[in-house]
T-cell receptor, first 114, second 113 residues
Framework: ETGVTQSPTHLIKTRGQQVTLRCSSQSGHNTVSWYQQALGQGPQFIFQ???????GRGNFPPRFSGLQFPNYSSELNVNALELDDSALYLCASSLGRGRAYEQYFGPGTRLTVT | QKEVEQNSGPLSVPEGAIASLNCTYSDRGSQSFFWYRQYSGKSPELIMSIYSNGDKEDGRFTAQLNKASQYVSLLIRDSQPSDSATYLCAVNVRNGANSKLTFGKGITLSVRP
């Protein structure tokens, strides 16, 4: 158990809908990163939040957006869902945003878009 | 060339053997390297981190890093059936103050009783 929690566990949405995924970071961690993991692939970096500010973004379109709150929990929002958005969404928290900080993953949210 | 590559699997070893998992990366400026274990249907679990050239041992696990060859490996000694999982190599690719991890596709290890 890493202390990182995510909700919901599973979600089924229809193409074109919007979804919000939530993450609570491990106690003491101020940085949250979001990743998308398609079946049979490694996780792909979506973006990172450090002290409520976006601190880097991967190759994902603007319909992927996020927030970090003062308690360092975070949300990932995806608008205009597409079938290819079906994946496991992972958040990872770390003590800081530097390269040396280890990232610990939550259990993930499995999103299915039909 | 992909940023992080793991040799194709799956890898099957008998119980008690040494499993050797390999990973190469393309960015010479990379400074942090991690191995995650992922059981089927679960999220990745951090098992090793390594930052300097050489070996780092933790129980049955040894991570090896060679920055000149851009190579990082994980050795699992006395492999157990419970080690059967997908192992993901992750590299912190240089990108300013961002600590983005770039992952390989993973290699699936099966330990035969």
């Amino acid at each position: 158990e890493t202390g990182v929690t995510q909700s919901p566990t599973h979600l089924i949405k229809t193409r074109g809908q919007q979804v919000t995924l939530r993450c609570s970071s491990q106690s003491g961690h101020n940085t949250v990163s979001w990743y998308q993991q398609a079946l049979g692939q490694g996780p792909q970096f979506i973006f990172q939040y450090y002290r409520e500010e976006e601190n880097g973004r991967g190759n994902f379109p603007p319909r992927f957006s996020g927030l970090q709150f003062p308690n360092y929990s975070s949300e990932l929002n995806v608008n205009a869902l597409e079938l290819d958005d079906s994946a496991l969404y992972l958040c990872a928290s770390s003590l800081g945003r530097g390269r040396a900080y280890e990232q610990y993953f939550g259990p993930g949210t499995r999103l299915t878009v039909t | 060339q992909k940023e992080v590559e793991q040799n194709s699997g799956p890898l099957s070893v008998p119980e008690g053997a040494i499993a050797s998992l390999n990973c190469t990366y393309s960015d010479r400026g990379s400074q942090s390297f991690f191995w995650y274990r992922q059981y089927s249907g679960k999220s990745p679990e951090l098992i090793m981190s390594i930052y300097s050239n050489g070996d780092k041992e933790d129980g049955r696990f040894t991570a090896q890093l060679n920055k000149a060859s851009q190579y990082v490996s994980l050795l699992i000694r006395d492999s157990q059936p419970s080690d059967s999982a997908t192992y993901l190599c992750a590299v912190n690719v240089r990108n300013g103050a961002n600590s983005k991890l770039t992952f390989g596709k993973g290699i699936t290890l099966s330990v035969r009783p």
